[in-house]
């Protein structure tokens, strides 16, 4: 008989949705907060939204293990950037240190799937869409996560961002309004729940503008 080796990884896929939105003074960042592993649900109530800096927020999906030891590296690495700057880290500098640090550990990866929204230096909403090794690029909107494949073309048709190939360079932030931009996340994550067993429970929706940032859920079905 030949030997049977047990198929052990240092992965896990926990699912979840995230979404984020940029308009021309505000950002929506949104994610699902059920937390799942095969067909088993490890909790309902989980966030996946970390609050990074001042107009920065994060959502992940993938493995929270490594998101998690991700969002203690990033908070490490802005306390150090606090006391050597004496201000707080702006979003598009977020954006590159994310970068970097998912970069740095490419060859053993965060299997974390990001994506970044605030109010950059002129106050305008910017969103950054992440691969696992650090790939990164600026949108006007994006979605990661298990339910990305049925959430990304229903925004691409509401939005219909410009290519980044047209010159000049258009801007990528979105028409809507603040509140068109909650109810849109609202409708994309009630479809991708009917659909997508790994998303679910509640929708955790952040809203950074200049008057700071305020926070809202929305509930989904449960099953």
């Known amino acids: 008989m030949t030997k049977q080796h047990a198929n052990w990884s240092p992965y896990d896929n ?16 949104a994610a699902d907060t059920r937390m799942s592993t095969g067909y088993n649900i490890l909790t309902r109530d989980y ?27 990033l908070s490490a690495r802005h306390l150090t950037y606090q006391h050597q700057h004496n201000k707080q880290m702006s979003c598009p500098a977020m954006a590159q240190l ?13 299997y974390s799937f ?4 605030g109010l950059d230096s002129e106050g305008k909403g910017c969103v950054f869409t992440y691969d696992a090794v650090g790939s990164y690029e600026r949108v006007g909107y ?17 939005l219909k961002s410009p290519s980044p190939l047209l010159l000049p360079a258009q801007d990528a932030v979105t028409p809507l309004s603040e509140t068109e931009a ?27 503008n200049a008057s700071g940032i305020h926070r809202e859920f929305m509930d989904l079905r449960k099953d």
């Open 114 to 117: 990001n994506v970044l929204g």
């Open 182 to 208: 909650v109810d849109l996340v609202k409708t994309v994550f009630a479809s991708a729940t009917e659909r997508d067993i790994y998303t679910g429970d509640k929708v955790e929706i952040v809203i950074l």
């Open 14 to 29: 926990n699912g979840g949705s995230c979404v984020a939105i940029a308009g021309s003074d505000y950002c929506v960042i």
């Open 98 to 110: 994310l970068s970097n640090t998912l970069y740095y550990k490419r060859f053993f990866p965060y």
């Open 142 to 158: 994006s979605s990661q996560g298990s339910g990305s494949t049925l959430i990304m073309p229903f925004l691409d048709n509401q």
């Open 47 to 73: 966030s996946k939204i970390s609050h990074l800096a001042e107009k920065c927020v994060m959502a992940s999906s993938g493995f929270q293990a490594d998101v998690k030891a991700l969002q203690k590296v």
